[in-house]
């Protein structure tokens, strides 16, 4: 299974980026996908997760600014980021808990990762 992450980049506080990333490889299905990020000398945070059936949870600060969406047909999501802030500026990682037959486990697998940078 590989996740590709696109869409990030420099951006001034203020402007917008879309994230997506895509699943690909022998996946049976997908349950949750999720954003985290992690910015130099912090630990991995949690930045926004959906489910399988749409549900969605968002860290208390970037609630209000980004969005989480997914197409499950693609298994692909998206992370819309609004009103990016200077301390928005990570690596962005996607996540997927997937399984890869009907009756294994769900793995967690992570894409690379891809820079979002706000300048002030």
């Known amino acids: 299974v590989q996740l590709v992450e696109s869409g990030g980049g420099l951006v001034q506080a203020g402007g917008s980026l879309r994230l997506s990333c895509a699943a690909s490889g022998s996946i049976f299905s997908i349950n949750a996908m999720g954003w985290y990020r992690q910015a130099p000398g912090k630990q991995r945070e949690l930045v926004a997760t959906i489910s399988s059936g749409g549900s969605t949870n968002y860290l208390d600060s970037v609630k209000g600014r980004f969005t989480i969406s997914r197409d499950s047909a693609k298994n692909t999501v998206y992370l819309q980021m609004n009103s990016l802030k200077p301390e928005d500026t990570a690596v962005y990682y996607c996540?997927?808990?997937?399984?890869?037959?009907?009756?294994?486990?769900?793995?967690?697998?992570w894409g690379p990762g891809t820079q979002v940078t706000v300048s002030s």
């Open positions: 996540n997927a808990q997937t399984k890869l037959r009907m009756y294994s486990p769900e793995y967690p697998y």
